[in-house]
Each structure stands twice: as C-alpha cells, then as structure tokens.
Nanobody
C-alpha cells in the first residue's frame, strides 16, 4: 500500500527556514521521481520542486529558486524540501507526490500518488 506522509511544517516569521520531510512506504521509492507542490485556498495547485529517481536532476519554480532545495535519501525512503528565506507568499499547504517514473516533471499530471500535506505559514 503506497503511502506518503509529510512533516515539518509550522509557523515561522519571514526570513526563517523550515525543512519539510516526506516519508514514503509501500513501494520501491528509489525507482520514482518525487515532487513537492503547494496550494492556497482558492488557487490552483502549484509546482514547487521535483527531483529524479537518483537525485541527479532537480527543477524549481522560479519564485523559489535559490531559496529552496529538494533532496532525497533513497536509503531512508525520504524526500526533503529545505526552505530558506521564507516569504509570506510561501504560505500554503505543501504536498509530496510520487512521479509516474524515473524522470522528473513539473506538471502535476506526471504524478500518481499524493500525501495529505503539511501546513506552512509565514508571518509578515
């Protein structure tokens, strides 16, 4: 049974950092690309970052590039999102997702399994 569980969200001030974790189980984690998306009320789900199966290729939405870093530890079946210099605009529910294969993509339809999300709130 595939399962993705996000953790690490919280309440922070602008300029602070958070590290999100996504623990995977029930599938061969090292065979799949992984991604992070975020969503705020009334808005479409937004791509944030993705990483291929090996961690050799990563992609980011322009608004977080240089501030966020996606990484993975296949031995621990975990993908991370290190978020630095957080801004109020980063406030959202962050979702971890499993890609449909080895390669990474920014489109949400390239992912076939999603976690329940973790809330990140950045105050002004």
């Amino acid at each position: 049974q595939e399962q993705l569980v996000e953790s690490g969200g919280g309440l922070v001030q602008a300029g602070d950092s958070l590290r999100l974790s996504c623990a995977a189980s029930g599938f061969a984690f090292g065979r799949y690309a992984m991604g992070w998306f975020r969503q705020t009320p009334g808005k479409e789900r937004e791509f944030v970052a993705t990483i291929d199966w090996s961690g050799g290729n990563t992609r980011y939405v322009d608004s977080v590039q240089g501030r966020f870093t996606i990484s993975r530890d296949n031995a621990k079946n975990t993908v991370y999102l290190q978020m630095n210099l957080l801004k109020p605009e980063d406030t959202a529910v962050y979702y971890c997702a499993r890609g449909r294969g080895f390669l990474s993509y920014s489109e949400s339809n390239a992912y076939d399994y999603w976690g329940q999300g973790t809330q990140v709130t950045v105050s002004t």
